[in-house]
């Protein structure tokens, strides 16, 4: 197992917009993912994708977030995104990025709190 990490996180005002970071060492995973758990409740997957383009599901979006934020990666820097748009107080959370089964260790996350 590898350590995830997470950052990017902010305070930002509803309607505004995040980009978060997640670096890990080493190892390619053929698919990756960005979870998120608000206080109170279960982690969630938010937006999950491929690490080969031609894939036949490239990515995924929970429905919450589908419009808004988009999942992307830099497979040469071992490194994915989540760019996160009109974002609503609803989204605060701390948002995690592990493999979509999951598999590797949690980081600690990196907290997004949206205001009114």
């Known amino acids: 197992q590898v350590q995830m990490s997470e950052s990017g996180g902010g305070l930002v005002q509803a309607g505004g917009s995040l980009r978060l970071s997640c670096a890990w060492p080493?190892?390619?995973?053929?698919?990756l993912a960005w979870f998120r758990q608000a206080p109170g409740k279960e982690r969630q997957l938010v937006a999950a994708?491929?690490?080969?383009?031609?894939?036949?599901?490239?990515?995924t979006y929970a429905t919450s977030v589908k419009g808004r934020f988009a999942i992307s990666r830099d497979n040469a820097k071992n490194t994915m995104y989540l760019q996160m748009n009109s974002l609503k107080p609803e989204d605060t959370a701390v948002y995690y990025c592990?493999?979509?089964?999951?598999?590797?260790?949690w980081g600690q996350g990196t907290q997004v709190t949206v205001s009114i």
């Open positions: 592990n493999t979509d089964a999951p598999s590797e260790l």
């Open positions: 080493g190892r390619t995973f053929s698919r």
């Open positions: 994708i491929s690490w080969r383009s031609w894939s036949s599901v490239p990515t």
